[in-house]
């Protein structure tokens, strides 16, 4: 059973320009969680998507946006980039059920540098 | 306001026993995870716990006392590959999954 696939593993944008970032989930997932992984701050939760709504979100600017499609993969987008975005934006998906042990299961990560 | 504290930073010796404590401090709790990464890797899943009590699987173990907010990682019979992270997560009432900023552990012959 294929993983979760984020893709661009990489990704240098300069100050002021967008990005987005894609999440294809483990077969059959329906929650995606992303994440933003810095070396002081550990993982951040930025949101979570469940059947193509919003069902949490985190602390982050509006800046910060994300979608999910009928099939489950999810992008996030980042607009207006700062020098510290710069992070590793992980991606984890799960069947999402509210009241189990259902682990999150993580890609892995998409690398974006902001110059 | 969310709180979770591991300690940064650990040593141990190869074939030795280890403890990663986690205190943690959330908006209600719906379960504890605990995780690995490797180094340039993805974060992958070791245990879970709801309930007080210990939880073994193979050479990991984890505990967890709600009353105390409070669980540990054992990891016995170290090995090289288990330097890595361990990070403590909590479930919220909302099923958020809250991180700590992770242990590094270093094992070393």
């Known amino acids: 059973k294929a993983g979760v696939t984020q893709t661009p593993r990489y990704l240098i944008k300069t100050r002021g320009q967008q990005v987005t970032l894609s999440c294809s989930p483990i077969?059959?997932?329906?929650?995606v969680s992303w994440y933003q992984q810095t070396p002081g701050q550990g993982l951040q939760f930025l949101f979570e998507?469940?059947?193509?709504?919003?069902?949490n979100k985190g602390n982050f600017p509006g800046r910060f946006s994300g979608r999910q499609f009928s099939n489950s993969r999810s992008e996030m987008n980042v607009s207006t980039l700062e020098l510290g975005d710069s992070a590793l934006y992980l991606c984890a998906s799960s069947w999402g059920r509210r009241d189990s042990n259902s682990p999150l299961h993580f890609g892995n990560g998409t690398r974006l540098t902001v110059t | 306001g969310q709180n979770i504290d591991q300690p940064t930073e650990m040593t141990a010796t190869e074939g030795a026993i280890v403890q990663i404590n986690c205190t943690y401090q959330t908006s209600g709790f719906n379960g504890l995870f605990w995780y690995q990464q490797h180094a340039g890797e993805a974060p992958t899943f070791l245990s879970y716990n709801v309930l007080d009590g210990l939880e073994e699987k193979g050479r990991f173990s984890s505990f967890l006392s709600r009353s105390k907010g409070y669980s540990y990682l054992l990891l016995k019979e170290l090995q090289m590959k288990d330097s890595a992270s361990y990070l403590c997560?909590?479930?919220?009432?909302?099923?958020?999954?809250?991180f700590g900023a992770g242990t590094r552990l270093a094992v070393h012959p």
């Open positions: 077969s059959g997932h329906r929650s």
């Open positions: 998507y469940f059947s193509e709504t919003q069902r």
């Open positions: 997560a909590v479930r919220d009432l909302g099923n958020k999954l809250i």
